[in-house]
């Protein structure tokens, strides 16, 4: 497996497990910051490296009339002071080729959306970067299939890629995980990480927004530490019921310490 740098940061077999985690947008500086600042204190208490994550624009919302975010100018004014303040890498999706190089100047991480994972010129700009990429798996996609996004950022001279599982359409409204997409990506070379939060979202389940089972991220989380990860990715937040964005599926805060112990302890057994 090739290991990834991420920041200061190794990624891959025989490493700690990553925890990318925060809120799904970032709601202004002092909650994002809030958010941060609580995560990272667990993280550092259980020993995980941690990346900071928060979308400025979450440009695929149901909705017209739905928060997006503040956007790509201050957005990554609020993720450089971000990562100034709690001392972490962070990371943060693009959806339009541009954004890639202005991104890339101030985080760690270019994340591409499950939606857009086919989308040649969006994942070539990232690549190009030569920053790490996170390309989270489409809800359409067999996991093999994602040997052609690798293609394609190996093409564009980068090798520093995460894989990201979310979950696969399943009829309508409804995600499901098959646990040996983590297996098979990994076998194509690079580290894996299981969104733990998303595969419990219910697309466009509330009408004008999406729905989810948070309830279940736990199970998610553990059921993917059991088959083998190289990190978790959680959406957190202190209060997910005022969260504007996915707040259903997100993990509360309090919540937190005690999932990332179960996980961490089947990490360990998993990794002998």
Request: glycine share 10%; aromatic share 6%.
């Amino acid at each position: 497996m090739n290991l990834v740098k991420v920041a200061n940061y190794t990624v891959g077999a025989g490493q700690p497990l990553l925890l990318i985690a925060g809120p799904c947008v970032l709601e202004g500086y002092e909650r994002s910051l809030l958010i941060g600042r609580r995560t990272k204190a667990i993280a550092e208490e259980l020993g995980l490296p941690y990346v900071f994550k928060a979308s400025f624009d979450k440009a695929n919302r149901s909705s017209y009339a739905s928060f997006r975010g503040p956007g790509l100018k201050e957005g990554l004014a609020i993720l450089a002071q971000i990562k100034k303040d709690l001392q972490v890498p962070v990371i943060t999706d693009i959806h339009e080729p541009y954004q890639a190089e202005e991104a890339a100047q101030v985080v760690d991480v270019l994340q591409i959306p499950a939606f857009l994972c086919r989308q040649t010129d969006l994942v070539w700009a990232a690549a190009k970067t030569g920053k790490a990429v996170n390309v989270k798996k489409g809800q359409f996609l067999a996991p093999w299939d994602m040997k052609n996004v690798i293609k394609k950022v190996e093409e564009a001279g980068n090798k520093n890629l995460l894989l990201t599982e979310r979950g696969s359409s399943f009829g309508y409204n409804t995600l499901v995980t098959d646990m040996r997409g983590l297996a098979i990506m990994r076998e194509l070379g690079y580290p894996v990480v299981m969104d733990a939060t998303h595969s419990v979202q219910i697309p466009g389940g509330q009408g004008t927004s999406s729905g989810g089972q948070s309830q279940y991220v736990p199970h998610m989380a553990r059921a993917a530490a059991a088959v083998g990860i190289d990190g978790l990715f959680l959406e957190v937040h202190d209060d997910p019921s005022q969260a504007l964005s996915d707040g259903p599926n997100m993990v509360k805060l309090d919540d937190l310490k005690k999932l990332l112990q179960d996980v961490i302890a089947i990490d360990k057994i998993v990794r002998g």
